[in-house]
T-cell receptor, first 115, second 116 residues
Framework: DTGVSQNPRHKITKRGQNVTFRCDPI?????LYWYRQTLGQGPEFLTY????????KSRLLSDRFSAERPKGSFSTLEIQRTEQGDSAMYLC?????????????FGPGTRLTVT | AQTVTQSQPEMSVQEAETVTLSCTYD???????LFWYKQPPSRQMILVIR??????QNATENRFSVNFQKAAKSFSLKISDSQLGDAAMYFC?????????????FGKGTKLTVNP
């Protein structure tokens, strides 16, 4: 397994446009997380999936944000009508709920710049 | 809500020497995990070391060890024999199985510089 992958790695968009990011977790991991990291800060939790079910969403996730995980495999995070404040690194992580595996493995992130 | 505080925005160490990064946390839960993650410049975050709250013994991983003081809610990371490759942002993080998601709560990070 090659680990968690994210695409694209970088995205530059104009304010008001929609963007979509993709995360492919480690294949046997049933849990998937999205975090947002702004410059000089630690990552902040956005949302969590167990299999295909979205079980928790942060208050940071405004109505312009939506995430899906069809069939419990890859996940997408869409931001509609982007704002300059959405500029950040978007990180995806996955883990397994079996046994005592609670470690989250992170992808390289998608850096979003809204101009 | 749980919070994680890293009071040292930046630290530096000479190669081959030892450095300790500080972390405190606040929680009312009894069952939780603590982690140190390393984020090198422009590279992805990787787990350095983890500690289960119910374990009294401090975790160690090669040159990395922690000092877990549960009563004081303190979780520091000691890096021995520092190497140039240790230079990175280090994040302390907390998670708890209560609530189901085990989402990570991160501190703001400490930037570690290793001087040759």
């Amino acid at each position: 397994d090659t680990g968690v992958s994210q695409n694209p790695r970088h995205k530059i968009t104009k304010r008001g446009q929609n963007v979509t990011f993709r995360c492919d977790p480690i294949s046997e991991h049933n849990r998937l997380y999205w975090y947002r990291q702004t410059l000089g800060q630690g990552p902040e939790f956005l949302t969590y999936f167990q299999n295909e079910a979205q079980l928790e969403k942060s208050r940071l996730l405004s109505d312009r944000f939506s995430a899906e995980r069809p069939k419990g495999s890859f996940s997408t995070l869409e931001i509609q009508r982007t704002e300059q404040g959405d500029s950040a690194m978007y990180l995806c992580a996955s883990s397994s709920s079996s046994g005592q595996s609670y470690e989250q493995y992170f992808g390289p992130g998608t850096r979003l710049t809204v101009t | 809500a749980q919070t994680v505080t890293q009071s040292q925005p930046e630290m530096s160490v000479q190669e081959a020497e030892t450095v300790t990064l500080s972390c405190t946390y606040d929680t009312s839960e009894s069952d939780y995990y603590l982690f140190w993650y390393k984020q090198p410049p422009s590279r992805q975050m990787i787990l350095v070391i983890r500690q289960e709250a119910y374990k009294q013994q401090n975790a160690t991983e090669n040159r990395f060890s922690v000092n877990f003081q549960k009563a004081a809610k303190s979780f520091s990371l000691k890096i021995s024999d520092s190497q140039l490759g240790d230079a990175a942002m280090y994040f302390c993080a907390y998670s708890s199985p209560q609530g189901g998601s085990e989402k990570l709560v991160f501190g703001k990070g400490t930037k570690l510089t290793v001087n040759p």
